[in-house]
Antibody
C-alpha cells in the first residue's frame, strides 16, 4: 500500500524558513517523480514544484521560484521542500504526491495518483 | 487568474448525469493530457481521471472524462450524495513550464 507522510509544518514568521519532509513507502521510490501541491485557505489547489525520480529534473511554479527548493533522498525514500523567505501568502496546507507512471511530462509531472495527508504551514507575525 | 477555466459551482440531483467543463489553450490542454481530481474538504485530493479519459483502479465508471481541442470535461452519471466535492482539472502548460490547476468547481447534490 502506498503511503506518503508529510512532516515539518508549523507557524513561522514572515521572512523565515521551514523544511517539509514527505516519507514514502509501498512503491519503488526512485522510479517515481514526486511533487508538492498546496491549498491556501479558501482557495483552490496550486502546484508548487516537481522532481524526477533521479532528482535530475526539477520544475517549480513562478510564485515560489528562488525561494522554495524541492529535493529528494532516494536512500531514505523521502522528498523535501525547503521554503525560504516565507510570505503570508504561502500560508497553506502542503500536500506531497506521487506521480503516476503513465505518460509523465518531462519526467516530472503527470497524474498525481497518491497524496499525503497534508501539512499546514502558517506564515504570520 | 487561472489558466484553466472551470465554472465555480455546479449542482445536480441524485441519479442525474452532469458535466463539468474545463477550458484552456494550445499551450496546455491543446498539447498535453488533462487530469481530473476530486477533493472533499478536510481530506486529501483524489485522482479521478488521467490522460484525458482513463480511470485509475477503484474509481467508479460513473466518472468519465473527455477532451476536444483545448477543452475537456468531466461527466458524472448516477449522481450520489457522496459526489459532493470540489473538482479540479489540471494540465501541463508549455508557456509557463508549470503544472496548472483550474480554479475548481464546487459540486453539490
Amino acid at each position: 500500500e502506498v503511503q506518503l507522510l508529510e512532516s515539518g509544518g508549523g507557524l513561522v514568521q514572515p521572512g523565515g524558513s521551514l523544511r517539509l519532509s514527505c516519507a514514502a513507502s509501498g512503491f519503488t521510490f526512485s522510479n517515481s517523480a514526486m511533487t508538492w501541491v498546496r491549498q491556501a485557505p479558501g482557495k483552490g489547489l496550486e502546484w508548487v514544484s516537481g522532481i524526477s525520480g533521479n532528482g535530475g529534473s526539477i520544475y517549480a511554479a513562478d510564485s515560489v521560484k528562488g525561494r522554495f527548493t524541492i529535493s529528494r533522498d532516494n536512500s531514505k525514500n523521502t522528498v523535501y521542500l525547503q521554503m525560504n523567505n516565507l510570505r503570508a501568502e504561502d500560508t497553506a496546507v502542503y500536500y506531497c504526491a506521487k506521480v503516476g507512471p503513465f505518460l509523465t511530462i518531462l519526467g516530472v509531472v503527470g497524474s498525481f495518483d497518491h497524496w499525503g495527508q497534508g501539512s499546514l504551514v502558517s506564515v504570520s507575525s | 487568474q487561472t489558466v484553466l477555466t472551470q465554472p465555480p459551482s455546479a449542482s445536480g440531483t441524485p441519479g442525474q448525469r452532469v458535466t463539468i467543463s474545463c477550458s484552456g489553450s494550445g499551450s496546455n490542454i491543446g498539447s498535453h493530457p488533462i487530469y481530473w481530481y476530486q477533493h472533499v474538504p478536510g481530506t486529501s485530493p483524489k485522482l479521478l481521471i488521467y490522460n484525458n479519459d482513463l480511470r485509475p483502479s477503484g474509481v467508479p465508471d460513473r466518472f468519465s472524462g473527455s477532451k476536444s481541442g483545448t477543452s475537456g470535461s468531466l461527466a458524472i452519471s448516477g449522481l450520489q450524495s457522496d459526489d459532493e466535492a470540489d473538482y479540479y482539472c489540471a494540465a501541463w502548460d508549455d508557456s509557463l513550464e508549470a503544472y496548472v490547476f483550474g480554479g475548481g468547481t464546487t459540486f453539490t447534490v
